[in-house]
């Protein structure tokens, strides 16, 4: 080749569609640890200390929902969980570049220079645009994890299929209720995503730099990876507990005659309620199979991303100068 394949960009599309594809090979993989942390953020919602509980903990989750529901169970949500992560990964990785590089230039910074701010907004600000265009499918995704034939906790939506639910929710509440939640949605995408990649690529750069782990190796993109998910995880916690509650809320018709949600007016409001009757602790439910759910999720996610653009660079490139006759 004529040029290393790592100094050549790619279209926002080709890194859309990239990213994409690496998050739906992270989300098979993390979903069962999904459905366990949907459904302990939404066990004892709004009660008291003492109120009884069906899942002890993560592995009880897993335990129990394997025995009563098999994979069925573990797997719930996972088709609308495909297209979501590929509208939000796909934005959230396939944004993130032309939206830094944007801000660089409006404040004066070189396109490639590494910058807190700017890296901060880009992530914040692509992930906003993901979380918007996912989600009606991760409203449906939510309440799909959340319901169990044998042990339910928090309101049940039974639905057949992802466009069963699409079909139910539109034909009760039009498109507000397919946009139900997106405020809540924002924020937690938001919160995720501007410290999901500039602390991957804090950690990788100084990895490198450093002379810990050679650039662009799997080790590499694997602690990187690591190191990003549990800075997600501490700051993204309690706006994904909020988040599960708003969607998974039942509906009542106000006295506009629209239907609203029955517990929670807004995700602050959610966390607001959630402080009084369960505390601090009830923004945390979920947390470890949270954990269980991001670290490889992200590890995934993001390796395979750069492992993807790696390898589609090259065979790109390949194919340009061996029509350039090079």
């Known amino acids: ?77 996972l088709g609308p969980a495909y297209i979501y992560q590929i509208l939000l990964n796909g934005s959230r990785l396939g944004f993130y570049e032309p939206f830094r590089r944007a801000a660089n230039n409006m404040l004066g910074w070189r396109p490639d220079e590494q910058v807190v701010l700017t890296s901060v907004v880009a992530g914040a600000s692509s992930g906003a645009v993901g979380a918007s265009l996912g989600n009606p499918l991760f409203l449906v995704k939510a309440r799909m994890q959340a319901y169990s034939p044998a042990l339910p906790v928090g309101h049940q939506h ?44 804090f950690a990788k750069r100084t990895l490198v730099n450093n002379g810990i782990l050679p650039e662009n190796s799997a080790a590499t993109f694997f602690v990187s990876s690591a190191i990003s998910g549990a800075c997600v995880l501490v700051v993204m ?60 999720h992200t590890i995934i996610t993001l390796t395979a991303n750069d492992l993807i653009l790696d390898l589609y660079k090259k065979v790109k490139y390949r194919h340009e100068d061996e029509d350039a006759g090079l």
Request: aromatic share 8%; net charge positive.
């Open 158 to 201: 039974n639905y057949r299929s992802s466009y069963d639910a699409l079909s139910t929710i539109f034909k009760a509440e039009r498109f507000r209720g397919l946009v139900r939640g997106v405020d809540a949605a924002i924020l937690r995408t938001s919160m995720g995503s501007s410290v999901q990649l500039p602390s991957y690529n």
């Open 237 to 296: 916690q309690p706006a994904d507990t909020a988040l599960t509650r708003v969607y998974n809320q039942p509906t009542v018709v106000g006295p506009d005659g629209r239907p609203r949600g029955a517990l929670y007016k807004s995700p602050i409001d959610c966390l607001w309620k959630t402080y009084k009757a369960e505390g601090i602790r009830g923004w945390y439910k979920g947390s470890t199979a949270h954990f269980m759910r991001i670290a490889p």
């Open 1 to 77: 080749m004529s040029a290393s394949s790592n100094n050549r960009t790619l279209s926002t599309a080709e890194s859309f569609v990239c990213g994409g594809l690496a998050a739906s090979i992270a989300v098979t993989v993390s979903n069962p640890a999904e459905v366990a942390k949907t459904r302990l953020q939404l066990q004892g919602e709004l009660a008291k200390k003492g109120a009884v509980k069906i899942y002890s903990n993560s592995i009880d989750v897993f335990r129990k929902t394997w025995k009563n529901e098999g994979i069925k169970g573990l797997q719930r949500g």
